[in-house]
């Protein structure tokens, strides 16, 4: 019959040709793909040659000698008259760069003389006398006066009272990955700073030849301020009044635990407690 309906028979019409959505999905694929490629191409470029522009970027051991150098700014502006001691260098690790990736900070600090009532003055002046790059200043603080600056390179600087007759100034990293880690400038022969250590340990009847630490910064007008340090445990009843021959009769600071006093160009620091008897002597930036 010719009513019959034929099947299996091929279109001549040919293959459907794509939609515009699905069109539309491939050129959307193809650009992402193609940004994407654009993007970690400019990373990897700016990695290899831009200079940092958060701190997660430089790794403690860059850091390290911006910290170094920013001690010495401080030692500067604090003055031979006010300076009292450079305290060693300090890594923390265990901080968090990113959720993933472990770091580690390094703080230095300075120690200044200020007598109380002075301390707000005293920042001030160290202020005044940093780089003005650092945009220093003092403000209020939870316990009084801070002073506020910035050294470059993301490492920050603080400085506050600590009701002893002293302010301390802390240069801190932050959190930073660890890379090559924190090495010390090598430390040169001791100087005058050796020898005041030496006698003042010999007043408080602790041995003479005690082991004791150098720390140094470099100066921003060339050479070094040091700092000669011992620590040591109990020993021998010790009092501030056996320096009081060394000091002239005429200290820096006797605010007991804490003495200063100058001998020659060095600064001579004692704390003295019954578990421990803590000594620096040191020698600032030259003029």
């Given at each position: 019959m010719s009513g019959a309906v034929q099947t299996g028979r091929a279109s001549s019409a040919g293959p459907a040709a794509p939609t515009p959505a699905r069109s539309r999905r491939r050129w959307l694929l193809a650009v992402t793909v193609a940004w994407a490629v654009l993007l970690g191409g400019l990373t990897w470029i700016s990695v290899r040659n831009d200079p940092p522009t958060v701190r997660e970027q430089r790794s403690l051991d860059q850091a390290g000698p911006v910290v170094d150098r920013a001690v010495g700014e401080l030692v500067r502006a604090a003055g031979a008259a006010g300076l009292l001691e450079l305290g060693p260098a300090r890594v923390a690790s265990g901080c968090r760069v990113t959720p993933f990736a472990d770091g580690a900070r390094l703080r230095r600090e300075v120690g200044v003389l200020a007598a109380t009532g002075d301390e707000r003055a005293v920042l001030a002046g160290i202020a005044e006398r940093l780089p003005a790059s650092w945009r220093a200043g003092v403000g209020p603080g939870v316990d009084g006066p801070e002073l506020r600056a910035d050294a470059g390179e993301f490492v920050a600087v603080e400085g506050r009272p600590t009701v002893d007759g002293r302010v301390r100034l802390v240069v801190d990293t932050g959190c930073r990955p660890v890379g090559a880690g924190?090495?010390?400038?090598?430390?040169?022969a001791g100087g005058p700073e050796t020898a005041a250590l030496t006698a003042a340990l010999?007043?408080?009847?602790?041995?003479?030849?005690?082991?004791?630490?150098?720390?140094?910064?470099p100066c921003p007008g060339g050479g070094l301020a040091r700092t000669a340090w011992s620590a040591n445990g109990p020993g021998p009843a010790a009092s501030t009044a056996a320096l009081a021959p060394l000091a002239g009769?005429?200290?820096?600071?006797?605010?007991?635990p804490v003495y200063a006093y100058r001998s020659g160009v060095v600064t001579v620091l004692a704390e003295i407690s019954p578990d421990e008897t803590r000594l620096a002597a040191t020698v600032g930036c030259p003029v």
């Open positions: 924190y090495t010390p400038a090598p430390a040169t010999r007043a408080l009847d602790r041995p003479g030849d005690a082991a004791s630490e150098l720390v140094t910064a009769s005429a200290p820096l600071l006797d605010h007991p």
